[in-house]
């Protein structure tokens, strides 16, 4: 990757390098003239200084991104403000002026300029660093639209090298017009690179802008391949896992919000305590509250997954440029994402039990550098992802993307009964025989039953774990089943592999079974309790197709 970083005495010296600084007015008018400013790219530029507000709420997101490490000192400060009021006034001025602060010297030492086909990026308060990153090693380039932007006509430019967000650059409040044409001509540089070997390199940046400009609005037109509307996105909130990552982050605060429930309860004669003593109401009273206070609170995390889905795919369109997809959508933030076919790894087709009984899919384009189980608001928006479609609009944009493809016809083969044998033989059946056993000799008869409940269910999942796992192939695709009570499908290109690995325990080996992993660019995939012959099989044609494709991975 060609990032340089450098010592604070490093970039000391890079400032004595004859430098032109030019405001924002300058920057905004080279967007407008582009082609006659070129020498004028070569200078180094500062941001509008609107890109403030950019580095406050990266200051702040980033608090929040580490909320479940922060949660006991905020707990405890909390008990202490509460106990002492006038802590309020301190803290808050203490951390408005570090906000602040950080912000206005991030905004001060950031620096880009554009030479030729390469952008440079000076950074850093504390740790300097300067990045170099030709257009033709740019593989990804997103354009990020908060509120405060739309308002103002800028754009925050992300520009990624290898998928990865250790790999990613972020250079904020750029004229939109600007943002959008330097994002035209990045793009038309990568393409130019893996088709001619970059032999136009060295041409003027302000020629190939114009050129390539030209030649995509006369021969690629943008095609608009799906859209999502706001029923789609409620359904979409209704039927993913945001509920139980909401549910997870509130966890440490879980003993405040029961004592603040219960304190506004009792204000109305309800106490929670009494309603639930088993000396003085029975089993089913305690259970159909019980069960009224789970729906009641299912209820108002929905209601905040509905929300999340709103606020991230609203106003999504999904269209095709030439061989480029684009992803649009936001509501406060208007994401941006752009994949050239070439990146995608793979593709993924999800269903969790609500979206079966709705019939619905999560469709999911996996790039370079993904990760498969992201589920962060930040992973979605970086990613190109279908939600709530039907499987007939699944199957389309399938076969739009891989026109060889069997995935609705293919035959899967089961995975080997032996991980039945494992899960429940050797571990779930020894561990609640024990488990049992203990609260029986201890007389705990009440508990040793709603023990049975648990173990039940544990015992279904492992059953639908095996039944959903599967696997396939035919000459271009390995296809992958697994899921729990939903089902999810993943279809790779065979050449896309990159490197292939089999496992055997002793007791695997003796039953002539192995576990096979293909990795990809975008992650694992996993097949366990394969029969030894068919995990050989499979590798093997795996590995003699990667060896004689000559088609790029990328």
Not at 5 to 11: E, P, R
Not at 282 to 291: C, F, N, P, Q, R
Not at 518 to 544: D, E, R, V, W
Request: net charge positive.
């Amino acid at each position: 990757m060609p990032n340089t970083k450098l010592s604070g005495n490093d970039a000391a010296n890079t400032h004595e390098e004859t430098t032109s600084e030019v405001n924002t007015h300058e920057s905004s008018h080279l967007s407008g003239n582009y082609q006659n400013n070129q020498a004028q790219t070569k200078q180094w530029q500062r941001l509008s200084p609107i890109a403030i507000l950019f580095f406050a709420m990266s200051f702040i997101q980033g608090l929040f991104g580490q909320l479940i490490y922060i949660a006991p000192a905020l707990i405890i400060g909390y008990k202490q403000i509460t106990e002492n009021p006038t802590l309020w006034l301190p803290i808050v001025i203490t951390l408005l002026t570090v906000l602040a602060i950080s912000a206005v010297l991030k905004f001060y030492y950031f620096q880009y300029r554009l030479s030729k086909n390469t952008i440079e990026i000076r950074a850093g308060v504390f740790k300097k660093s300067h990045t170099n990153l030709p257009f033709s090693r740019i593989q990804n380039v997103k354009l990020e639209q908060p509120i405060y932007y739309r308002l103002t006509g800028y754009a925050c430019l992300q520009l990624d090298t290898a998928g990865s967000s250790k790999q990613e650059v972020k250079i904020a409040a750029l004229p939109l017009a600007f943002a959008e044409a330097l994002k035209k001509e990045i793009l038309a540089q990568h393409e130019k690179h893996n088709n001619e070997d970059c032999s136009d390199d060295k041409k003027p940046l302000a020629s190939t802008l114009s050129t390539h400009d030209t030649n995509l609005t006369s021969a690629q037109q943008e095609t608009l391949l799906n859209t999502r509307s706001v029923k789609d996105l409620i359904i979409h909130g209704v039927t993913s896992n945001r509920i139980w990552i909401f549910l997870g982050a509130s966890a440490p605060f879980f003993d405040n919000a029961y004592a603040f429930i219960n304190e506004k309860l009792s204000n109305y004669g309800i106490n929670l305590a009494a309603a639930f003593d088993l000396n003085t109401h029975s089993w089913l009273e305690v259970g159909l509250y019980a069960l009224t206070i789970t729906f009641l609170m299912m209820f108002a995390l929905t209601l905040f997954s509905i929300l999340g889905s709103v606020m991230t795919f609203y106003g999504y369109t999904l269209s095709k440029v030439g061989d480029k997809y684009i992803r649009r959508s936001g509501l406060f933030t208007k994401h941006e994402v752009t994949m050239r076919l070439s990146r995608l790894q793979m593709i993924i087709q999800k269903q969790d039990w609500l979206d079966m009984v709705l019939k619905r899919i999560n469709l999911k384009f996996e790039q370079s550098g993904a990760k498969l189980y992201g589920a962060s608001t930040q992973a979605l928006n970086n990613k190109i992802m279908v939600p709530s479609i039907t499987p007939e609009q699944s199957l389309q944009l399938i076969n739009e993307v891989y026109p060889e493809n069997n995935l609705s016809t293919v035959n899967f083969t089961a995975i080997s009964k032996h991980f039945l044998v494992r899960y429940l033989a050797y571990m779930l059946l020894p561990l609640f025989a024990f488990c049992q056993s203990t609260l029986l000799y201890t007389a705990q008869y009440e508990l040793a039953a709603s023990l049975i409940v648990p173990f039940v269910f544990i015992g279904f999942l492992i059953v639908m774990r095996w039944y959903r796992w599967g696997y396939a192939s035919d000459e271009h695709f390995i296809y992958v089943r697994k899921g729990y009570v939903g089902v999810d499908y993943y279809c790779f290109p065979i050449y896309k592999v990159q490197q292939t690995t089999l496992k055997q325990s002793i007791m695997m080996e003796k039953s002539q079974l192995a576990t096979t992993r293909f990795i990809l660019a975008a992650g694992t995939i996993t097949i366990p309790y394969l029969s030894q012959n068919a995990a050989y099989q499979l590798l093997n044609k795996t590995l003699m197709q990667v060896e004689s494709s000559d088609k790029s991975w990328m």
